[in-house]
């Protein structure tokens, strides 16, 4: 019985040979049969192949081949940086993904966009902690093809675009994702990096269009700080300012005074400006009259 539905395209690209292991490996990942391996993680016990494994992720084969104890015990726990659930799909693609028929997230399940966004940052963490290249590669080219679907919608130049449901899509689906991307409170932050470059990508060239819908994009940018202050940096679009909340070590560029102390808040911030030089270096300065008047750049500061 197959679990995996290829399309003709896809079939054609495999010989009979890789057809029947893909085949294969699918039986043996439903049903664990032959199980030299056991993995476990949050309370789940995965009965895996360790030649399945390390033929497509680093880290398994560090574990099962290198002397560690796992490779002469068989069992590998994962704890605390990884979730079970995520283990799973990391599992879930090693067994049946195949990249060169270019079968790779459809190893999972026809995804929306909303579902994809969803368990993006995650699902891309746990590809670069479980050092599986092909997945990491998957998941960059998914999400630029569906940031570009969504261009192309606020740009009007997709068959739908017309459609107010699907233009409120192409605005929540990918800007959600951005206030997870841009949540500096996130502990893994730093690993979201290149997911959250593209996202940047994407709102700087639709800027224009994500700007005029006000509210609308406002919204986002107030939930995504970070976001804003990525924005002045790179654009120095200073109207996005206003949703910046300076971190509490920030002081004035020119008193050294701390620019806020309590704990940030969206609207009740204090008085403060920002100013972003010619290397997108964004600079603080508080509300003091002296302070105030020493800013001399002209047309790239904004006062909050």
Same mark, same amino acid.
């Given at each position: 019985?197959?679990?995996?539905?290829?399309?003709?395209?896809?079939?054609?690209?495999?010989?009979?040979?890789?057809?029947?292991?893909?085949?294969?490996?699918?039986?043996?990942?439903?049903?664990?049969?032959?199980?030299?391996?056991?993995?476990?993680?949050?309370?789940?016990?995965?009965?895996?192949?360790?030649?399945?494994?390390?033929?497509?992720?680093? #880290?398994?084969? +560090? /574990? &099962?081949?290198?002397?560690?104890?796992?490779?002469?015990?068989?069992?590998?726990? =994962?704890? !605390?940086?990884?979730?079970?659930?995520?283990?799973?799909?990391?599992?879930?693609?090693?067994?049946?993904?195949?990249?060169?028929?270019?079968?790779?997230?459809?190893?999972?399940?026809?995804?929306?966009?909303?579902?994809?966004?969803?368990?993006?940052?995650?699902? #891309?963490?746990? +590809? /670069? &902690?479980?050092?599986?290249?092909?997945?990491?590669?998957?998941?960059?080219?998914? =999400?630029? !093809?569906?940031?570009?679907?969504?261009?192309?919608?606020?740009?009007?130049?997709?068959?739908?675009?017309?459609?107010?449901?699907?233009?409120?899509k192409a605005l929540h689906d990918p800007m959600t994702a951005a206030v997870s991307a841009f949540d500096k409170s996130n502990l893994y932050y730093d690993f979201y990096e290149p997911v959250r470059a593209e996202i940047f990508n994407f709102v700087?060239?639709?800027?224009?269009?994500?700007?005029?819908?006000?509210?609308?994009?406002?919204?986002?940018?107030?939930?995504?700080?970070?976001?804003?202050?990525?924005?002045?940096?790179?654009?120095?679009?200073?109207?996005?300012?206003?949703?910046?909340?300076?971190?509490?070590?920030?002081?004035?560029?020119?008193?050294?005074?701390?620019?806020?102390?309590?704990?940030?808040?969206?609207?009740?911030?204090?008085?403060?400006?920002?100013?972003?030089?010619?290397?997108?270096?964004?600079?603080?300065?508080?509300?003091?009259?002296?302070?105030?008047?020493?800013?001399?750049?002209?047309?790239?500061?904004?006062?909050?």
């Amino acid at each position: 019985m197959s679990f995996i539905q290829l399309s003709d395209e896809q079939r054609k690209r495999l010989s009979d040979e890789q057809y029947d292991q893909l085949l294969l490996h699918a039986k043996l990942f439903h049903t664990g049969e032959g199980g030299d391996s056991v993995v476990i993680c949050d309370g789940i016990t995965l009965n895996l192949h360790k030649e399945i494994l390390c033929s497509r992720s680093d #880290y398994f084969e +560090a /574990a &099962f081949t290198d002397g560690f104890k796992e490779s002469r015990s068989g069992v590998l726990v =994962l704890q !605390e940086v990884v979730t079970a659930y995520f283990v799973c799909l990391i599992v879930q693609y090693i067994y049946l993904a195949i990249p060169e028929a270019g079968y790779d997230l459809e190893a999972y399940w026809p995804m929306n966009d909303a579902e994809f966004y969803e368990i993006l940052l995650e699902l #891309y963490r746990h +590809a /670069a &902690f479980f050092r599986v290249q092909d997945l990491k590669v998957a998941i960059m080219k998914e =999400l630029l !093809e569906r940031l570009d679907e969504s261009a192309k919608v606020l740009f009007g130049v997709h068959q739908d675009a017309s459609d107010p449901e699907v233009l409120k899509k192409a605005l929540h689906d990918p800007m959600t994702a951005a206030v997870s991307a841009f949540d500096k409170s996130n502990l893994y932050y730093d690993f979201y990096e290149p997911v959250r470059a593209e996202i940047f990508n994407f709102v700087e060239r639709c800027y224009k269009v994500l700007s005029d819908m006000g509210d609308e994009f406002d919204d986002y940018l107030r939930r995504a700080p970070e976001l804003s202050l990525a924005i002045l940096k790179k654009m120095r679009h200073i109207e996005n300012s206003k949703f910046i909340t300076p971190d509490r070590q920030v002081r004035c560029m020119f008193c050294n005074l701390p620019i806020y102390d309590g704990p940030p808040r969206f609207f009740h911030q204090p008085e403060f400006g920002t100013v972003a030089d010619r290397n997108g270096c964004v600079k603080y300065f508080c509300s003091f009259s002296g302070c105030f008047r020493k800013i001399t750049v002209k047309g790239c500061f904004s006062r909050n």
